[in-house]
């Protein structure tokens, strides 16, 4: 439990005035807005950016977690510096995927009953249905970001495929694969949600910060920073494209 000590407009950003940028990753969400709040309210949760690793949604153990943890999110985004950082980046994990496919493919489609299988609200479908700009949102949230060193994305990448032919099913769905990899081939760390794990799992070249909020209680986050003049790619985004991934169980 987080004592609250200040509220989030007392922040402050901190100003760069070396290359050092300084981010938080948070694992993934699942609406615990309870203890998304919790993190973000702490004063030294400051950095250049935030970012949310995926999987906002579903399975929430709060009346109405879905809807609030989109509020608030949206929130931080438009104004970021009200939360203490630059910019607020969320990522598109499997379920956000799932949302998306399910509303295009509407609610008698096999997507559908998956994402309802996987803990979908039918409230929060029809929320996301009936407002265009927040479907648009959800359309545009890159599948991954790479800051310095550091690759952010939400399963993971397919070992010893180049990072342009990695495939929107491996990276938003990747488990094993990946995890038992010796090395994932890819010049980077890669910070990873998607397969909960009791405590945040350092690995070689792989940090999983996913600890399974929705039944653990625990929603977990980790500062990084990087030297933006060292090779940095940020902000390089890329769309999803392939969208036909069979999709056979959902965390
Ligand atoms: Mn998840």
């Known amino acids: 439990m987080v004592t609250k000590t200040t509220t989030t407009a007392q922040k402050s950003v901190s100003s760069t005035v070396s290359d050092h940028m300084k981010i938080v990753a948070i694992g993934d969400v699942h609406g615990c807005v309870k203890q998304l709040v919790d993190i973000i309210e702490r004063p030294e949760i400051t950095g250049d950016e935030l970012i949310l690793l995926g999987d906002l949604f579903d399975r929430s153990p709060f009346f109405n977690g879905d809807s609030l943890t989109l509020a608030l999110v949206r929130l931080m985004q438009e104004k970021p510096q009200e939360f203490g950082f630059n910019t607020v980046t969320v990522l598109r994990g499997n379920h956000e995927d799932a949302i998306i496919r399910s509303i295009e493919q509407g609610p008698e489609s096999s997507i559908y009953d998956l994402w309802q299988y996987n803990g979908g609200d039918a409230e929060f479908?029809?929320?996301?249905?009936?407002?265009?700009?927040?479907?648009?949102?959800?359309?545009?949230?890159?599948?991954?970001?790479?800051r310095g060193d550091y690759m952010f994305v939400h399963g993971g990448v397919r070992p010893d495929v180049p990072l342009e032919e990695q495939t929107e099913q491996d990276l938003l769905w990747i488990r094993e694969e990946f995890h038992d990899a010796e090395d994932h081939g890819l010049p980077y760390t890669v910070v990873h949600g998607h397969t909960p794990v009791p405590e945040i799992d350092v690995a070689h070249k792989r940090i999983n910060l996913d600890t399974g909020s929705f039944f653990s209680g625990n929603?977990?986050?980790?500062?990084?920073?990087?030297?933006?003049?060292?090779?940095?790619?940020?902000?390089?985004?890329?769309?999803?494209d392939d969208r036909d991934c069979e999709c056979a169980h959902a965390v």
Request: charged share 25%.
């Open 125 to 146: 479908y029809e929320t996301i249905r009936d407002s265009k700009p927040t479907l648009e949102w959800l359309k545009s949230l890159p599948l991954y970001v790479i």
């Open 219 to 240: 929603l977990s986050f980790m500062e990084f920073e990087y030297v933006e003049s060292m090779g940095s790619e940020a902000g390089k985004i890329r769309q999803a």
